[in-house]
Each structure stands twice: as C-alpha cells, then as structure tokens.
C-alpha cells in the first residue's frame, strides 16, 4: 500500500493545486516540479478573481492555528527568524507578518524572480493592492531569490528559528531525491541550534517519515495530521535537535 501511495504522490498534486495548474498551463503538470521555468510561466498566468496570492495545498488561515502555539514556544529571539523556502506566491510569508502577534522576521525565498518581484508589489502596495502593514510593530517581511538548495548567499547557518517548507520538497523531488535531500541540508544549516524545520504535505507518513529520517540522523522527526482541508487530509512533518 505505501508503494502504491508513494507513486500516485509523484504522478500527482494535491487536488486543489493541481486543478489550478490544469487551468493555468494545460500540460505544465505533466513537466519536472523542479524546473525554474515551469514555476515562471505558472507565476505569470492569471490569477483567480481579486486574489493576490496562491498557495499549494493550503494557505495561511488553515495553517495559524498550528504555527503559533509553535511561536510562542519558540526559542526566545526578539524577533523571531521565520524562513519560508520555496515561498512562491502563498499567503504564508504574508499571513505571518500581518495577522501573527508575536514579532517576526520573516524572509520568504524562491528561485523564480517572478514569484519574488510579484511578492515584493504585493508588500509595497502594488497591483492595486493596499500595502501589507505589520501585525506587530516588530515584524519583518523581505523576499529574496535564491535556490533553497543553496541558501548560503541569503542564509547564514543557525539563524532562523523556524523554518518552513510548503510542498517545496515535493517538487524538487519531482527531479529525484538528491535534490531533495540537498533541500533538507541547507533547511537543517540554517536552523538555531533548538530551531525547528516544517514541511508542510500531502505525502503520507509511511512515505515521507523514512526519508527524513535518513536525511536528518541526529535529529528527532515526528508528524502531525492537518485538516482535513476542502476534503484533504494533510501532514505537517516536524524535524528537531534531538534531545
């Protein structure tokens, strides 16, 4: 069964998303996740209604009451350093800025530089939008491009308290799990040595947990169940020093 599940994982995306992506780009589902391009024409295509972002498999509504009992447990840090890799165009970078009260830095980082310049409009009002205001006076939000599977450039080692990773795995494994497992190194660098590292994902447990766990000895790694949201169940895989 976990074979079986394993393989519609890679042959599909979450419902919701992939119907997006069939909407936008016709046959672009069929093409690598892990490919630049693809993520370019995706991020230029039109966009549903007044909505000014798109997220994967769920958005920052869904996901807030997880994250913030995990904020206010977080290592004392004044702001806290939230990291998003593979941000894209989800609301997750701009859900935490705007709506979380406790203060946080947040750097959302995608290789596709039309994520980036449409994220960076959106932040300073453009687009029709209105400009996107703090939650708490001490909050930061900045986008960069950058390869989350070479964050030296953006990213010193041990500098962010939390880092998240949307379905950012799922597509570079797309192009083969060495990818994915350089991804896991760099979000593992980066982390505060009692930081923690979120993948948020569709991919069931009995999947995803043995490649963790092989990708982060040392640490401890433990999964939670999110949702179900619009009728699919979803899996936020926890990864932390262990103790």
Known sequence: MAALRATLHVATLAAGARRALLGREGSLAGNCLAHRCLW?????????????????????????????????EAPAAYPLRVLDVGCGTSSLCTGLYTKCPIPVDVLGVDF??????????????????????????ASRLQFIQADAQNLEPVAPSGSFQLVLDKGTWDAVARGGLPGAYQLLSECLRV?????????????????????????????????????????????????????
Request: hydrophobic letters at 35%; aromatic letters at 12%; a negative charge.
């Open 40 to 72: 370019d024409k995706l991020h230029s295509g039109p966009r549903v209604g007044s909505v000014p972002t798109f997220d994967w498999f769920f958005g920052y509504e869904e996901a807030q009451g997880f994250l913030l009992p995990l904020l206010q």
């Open 112 to 137: 596709s530089p039309v994520a980036v310049a449409h994220m960076n409009s959106l932040l300073e009002g453009g687009q029709d939008q209105i400009p996107l205001y703090p939650g708490h006076p």
């Open 191 to 243: 982390l505060s040595p009692r930081g923690t590292l979120i993948q948020f994902s569709d991919e069931d447990p009995d999947v995803r947990l043995p490649c963790l766990e092989q990708g982060s000895q040392g640490w401890t790694v433990t999964v939670q169940e999110l949702g179900p949201f619009r009728g699919i169940p979803y899996f936020a895989y926890l990864v932390q020093v262990s103790h």
